[in-house]
Nanobody, 126 residues
């Protein structure tokens, strides 16, 4: 089992920046990849960014160039630095970890187990 705890959400004005953090605990030695998904009201959950232990990274369509994912593997932590935020970035952001997989395309496909945090709300509004 892997437990994930997010922090860093909140209210930010359009054009502003915000940094999310997620710390993993439990059976962290099995983690292959960590990242973020988000879900806006009435929408499906979508990929924000995901990064494997080896550094392979994928971003969602509208995030590349504005969002940056990073990981501290020693501290079992994943960060999401968000800049140039837009009202349409308003969503609940969920931390995700993939564990026990043999094949991982970060944020796209894996054959392991998914673990999720409880989510942190990001609101972009003036």
């Amino acid at each position: 089992q892997v437990q994930l705890v997010e922090s860093g959400g909140g209210l930010v004005q359009p054009g502003g920046s915000l940094r999310l953090s997620c710390v993993a605990s439990g059976n962290t030695s099995k983690i292959n990849s960590m990242g973020w998904f988000r879900q806006a009201p009435g929408e499906e959950r979508e990929l924000v960014a995901h990064r494997t232990n080896g550094g392979n990274t994928n971003y969602g369509k509208s995030m590349k160039g504005r969002f940056t994912i990073s990981r501290d593997n020693a501290e079992n932590t994943v960060y999401l630095q968000m800049s140039s935020l837009r009202p349409e970035d308003t969503a609940v952001y969920y931390c995700n970890a993939v564990a026990g997989a043999r094949t991982v395309i970060p944020g796209v496909y894996h054959d392991g187990l998914d673990y999720w945090g409880s989510g942190t709300l990001v609101t972009v509004s003036s």
